[in-house]
């Protein structure tokens, strides 16, 4: 009666919910695992020369956020931009906060990472499961949280080439690709001022859409979804001088003679 009550009432507040059983089952698995790794952590630092230096130590590791964040973000901003479709990141005006907000998700990741790691050696500790081999740990350990981490920024960047490969898909098909943490591409038509302006890896495409992010200087860059230039999709990146260029909203798969 005192376990089968709650289970019951447990079991239809969860079929009520929108997410339904299953992910509610995995959200409170998620929260007990990160409540084990927190108090796990606990263990791992209190008494310790992290905590007998905390008051120094926590500061000091929090002064480096406000300029790892942004150059962070401006590195994955980057790869979207320079490593997949070929457009500087310096040619496109993106919003300071962007790069910020950017770097929010693969940090967070890490830190439950660290977070998940120190919790295993807290526990260990708490136990005296290093009794004997507390140098390793203490070499180790370290070693297993830069690993981790690079990992996981790795991996946030792989996340970063495939969304812009996305958009790249999507510009070929036609469409509007979605945005990005401050990057939002637009498929214009353009129109040149006059019959011959520089271009850089030209020919500059006036019958059909291209695709831009906007521009922050003195050039336009834009993207040729054609495929007439090939699987490189850095190699359809075009520049032009931004004043010697109408650009109107495309409609449609063709663009009208100018």
Same mark, same amino acid.
């Given at each position: 009666?005192?376990?089968?009550?709650?289970?019951?009432?447990?079991?239809?507040?969860?079929?009520?919910?929108?997410?339904?059983?299953?992910?509610?089952?995995?959200?409170?698995?998620?929260?007990?695992?990160?409540?084990?790794?927190?108090?796990?952590?606990?263990?791992?630092?209190? #008494?310790?020369?992290?905590?007998?230096?905390?008051?120094?130590?926590?500061?000091?590791?929090?002064?480096?956020?406000?300029?790892?964040?942004?150059?962070?973000? #401006?590195?994955?901003?980057?790869?979207?931009?320079?490593?997949?479709?070929?457009?500087?990141?310096?040619?496109?005006?993106?919003?300071?906060?962007?790069?910020?907000?950017?770097?929010?998700?693969?940090?967070?990741?890490?830190?439950?990472?660290?977070?998940?790691?120190?919790?295993?050696?807290?526990?260990?500790?708490?136990?005296?499961?290093?009794?004997?081999? #507390?140098?390793?740990?203490?070499?180790?350990?370290?070693?297993?949280?830069?690993?981790?981490?690079?990992?996981?920024?790795?991996?946030?960047?792989?996340?970063?080439?495939?969304?812009?490969?996305?958009?790249?898909?999507?510009?070929?098909?036609?469409?509007?690709?979605?945005?990005?943490?401050?990057?939002?591409?637009?498929?214009?038509?353009?129109?040149?001022?006059?019959?011959?302006?520089?271009?850089?890896?030209?020919?500059?495409?006036?019958?059909?859409?291209?695709?831009?992010?906007?521009?922050?200087?003195?050039?336009?860059?834009?993207?040729?979804?054609?495929?007439?230039?090939?699987?490189?999709?850095?190699?359809?990146?075009?520049?032009?001088?931004?004043?010697?260029?109408?650009?109107?909203?495309? #409609?449609?798969?063709?663009?009208?003679?100018?």
């Amino acid at each position: 009666m005192l376990t089968g009550s709650p289970t019951v009432v447990g079991y239809f507040w969860a079929q009520n919910q929108p997410d339904g059983l299953s992910q509610q089952i995995t959200m409170l698995a998620v929260t007990a695992v990160l409540a084990v790794a927190a108090i796990g952590t606990w263990f791992a630092v209190r #008494r310790s020369w992290i905590s007998r230096n905390a008051h120094w130590l926590v500061p000091a590791l929090m002064v480096p956020f406000p300029l790892v964040l942004p150059w962070t973000g #401006r590195f994955l901003h980057a790869a979207y931009l320079s490593e997949v479709l070929g457009i500087p990141v310096d040619a496109v005006h993106i919003p300071f906060y962007w790069h910020f907000f950017i770097t929010v998700k693969p940090l967070a990741i890490a830190g439950l990472v660290v977070l998940c790691v120190l919790g295993l050696a807290g526990w260990a500790r708490y136990h005296h499961w290093w009794a004997n081999t #507390r140098w390793l740990v203490v070499v180790v350990l370290p070693m297993i949280l830069a690993l981790y981490f690079l990992l996981v920024m790795v991996t946030a960047v792989g996340r970063v080439d495939e969304a812009a490969e996305m958009a790249a898909a999507d510009a070929r098909a036609g469409k509007r690709p979605g945005h990005y943490y401050g990057l939002q591409g637009e498929l214009m038509c353009v129109h040149p001022h006059r019959r011959k302006i520089p271009v850089f890896n030209g020919p500059l495409p006036v019958d059909r859409p291209v695709l831009t992010y906007g521009n922050s200087g003195d050039d336009l860059w834009l993207w040729d979804p054609a495929s007439s230039r090939g699987k490189d999709l850095q190699r359809h990146a075009l520049r032009v001088p931004a004043g010697d260029v109408t650009l109107t909203p495309a #409609r449609g798969g063709s663009c009208p003679s100018s």
